[in-house]
């Protein structure tokens, strides 16, 4: 009869190492899943800050000024100038 109190026993030690193991992994999978929903609501946010940045540029496009829209981020940010323009840099202000 002592065989089967020690069964009995190692069985509900076996139970709770199990639950708290259990408890463990639900507690940090639930940590990972409220910080993958705060992950995505960011990439939402930066999608549509990306898809209103588009619309924006579609529509400068498509204006009547688009070439000198063009002409003005291709000299401002690109650093590019017209044939036979000469640009002069001030660098006292620098």
């Known amino acids: ?21 259990a408890t463990f992994t ?14 995505k609501t960011q990439l939402e946010q930066q999608v549509e ?10 529509a400068l496009l498509e204006s009547q000024d688009s070439d000198q829209y063009v002409a003005r981020i291709a000299r401002e940010q690109l650093g590019y100038v017209s044939p036979g323009e ?4 001030d660098i006292a202000s620098k």
């Open 86 to 89: 000469r640009v002069f840099v």
């Open 26 to 39: 639900m507690v940090s999978l639930q940590l990972q899943i409220s910080q993958k929903k705060e992950e």
């Open 1 to 21: 009869m002592k065989k089967k109190k020690k069964v009995g026993g190692l069985t509900k030690i076996a139970v709770a190492v199990f639950a708290v193991y």
């Open 49 to 58: 800050e990306q898809q209103l940045r588009n619309a924006e540029t579609e």
